[in-house]
DNA sequence: AAGACGAAAGTGGTTGA
DNA sequence: TCAACAACTTTCGTCTT
């Protein structure tokens, strides 16, 4: 399954399905050429008929994201009535009646609530299995109790973080402040909440996972992308890593990266893309030489540009 | 003139008494 | 519950290219 054929930026053809991250990227430019991605496909083949009977399966999918796992049944709306006589009309209205007073709080906030998470995650344009384990947290916070005295909405956006976190597609505070309207203090509030109250562990992200999205927006080669985890990599290895931002940690090998493959970009532009201050960069920028004797090559590329 | 640098003061969260 | 603390931000003046 191909949407792209070609690199729109390099017009190479090396690319590269990363299908857990939901983006599409390509081999010889790093450029990430399509994050959007929706699996149309069956996951199954049939031959026959009787394979067919076999693998089909019957209905919707079992899904958390919505509000009843998909498997709720509807009583009908009015327009279903033509077909009914007498006896079967008022049945239907009786069995409608109780539907209703079934349809708890708690039904119905889902229902919205899912709506929202979907709205949220198409903005952010994250892949389905993420959807479905925010689907997932967000339902065992409601059964918990968890969202009273907060906003439908950030702890809708709090399991939407927390998901990304778990399926290292990592997402920073800032974007899903953008896509829920949720301040990104809030956020971060009530993902620590619902992920300590429901006991899910995460570990720190990893400064890696935000490379090829930052080299991307900036339209850094990949070489100045794996450049950058290899930064990373050492900068872990000396311990640089822990404590600090992994944005910011990420900002810094990249700027660092590209200042060496002679790809410059001002620490504004890094800054911006991954959402930390020039101080932050600059910081870590300062650590990074101190520790990994990266001071050669940086001079390197200056006397290259000079001479 | 733009970018890089670094000092100083402020913010929000964590930790430990 | 409060204070100390680390990381990060904002702001701003100075140096470099």
């Known amino acids: 399954m191909t949407f792209v054929k070609k690199c729109p930026e390099c017009g190479g053809i090396n690319l590269f399905w990363n299908k857990e991250k939901g983006e599409i990227i390509c081999r010889d430019c790093g450029l990430v050429v399509e994050d959007k991605m929706v699996d149309f496909g069956q996951e199954w083949r049939e031959f026959d008929s009787a394979d067919a009977a076999k693998l089909r399966r019957t209905g919707a999918p079992m899904s958390y994201t919505q509000f009843d796992q998909g498997l709720g049944t509807d009583v009908g709306k009015k327009s279903d009535l033509y077909q009914l006589g007498g006896k079967a009309k008022s049945k239907f209205f009786r069995l409608r009646k109780w539907q209703q007073r079934i349809s708890t709080a708690i039904e119905r906030n889902l229902k919205l609530a899912l709506s929202e998470l979907k709205r949220v995650s198409s903005y952010l344009r994250l892949p389905g299995s ?81 490379i090829p999205r930052f080299a991307s927006s900036l339209k850094l080669s990949a070489e100045t992308q794996s450049r950058a985890v290899e930064i990373i990599e050492s900068a872990q290895d000396v311990e640089l890593t822990s404590g600090r931002g992994p944005t910011g940690i990420a900002a810094a090998a990249l700027y660092v990266a590209a200042l060496i493959n002679g790809e410059k970009r001002t620490q504004r532009e890094v800054a911006d893309v991954a959402g930390v201050t020039e101080v932050t960069i600059r910081n870590r920028y300062k650590e990074l030489l101190d520790r990994l004797k990266l001071e050669k090559e940086i001079n390197k590329v200056k006397k290259k540009n000079r001479g």
Not at 130 to 137: G, N, P, S, T, Y
Not at 160 to 175: F, G, N, Q, W
């Open 130 to 210: 993420v959807e479905e384990e925010a689907a997932r947290i967000y339902t065992l916070a409601v059964q918990k109790g968890l969202v009273r005295g907060r906003s439908m909405e950030s702890v809708v956006a709090g399991a939407l973080y927390a998901a990304c976190r778990r399926h290292d597609v990592p997402r920073t505070l800032d974007e899903l402040g953008e896509a829920s309207n949720i301040e990104k203090k809030e956020i971060g509030r009530t993902y620590r909440f619902i992920t300590r109250e429901l006991g899910i562990k995460i570990l720190p992200s990893n400064p890696g996972d935000y």
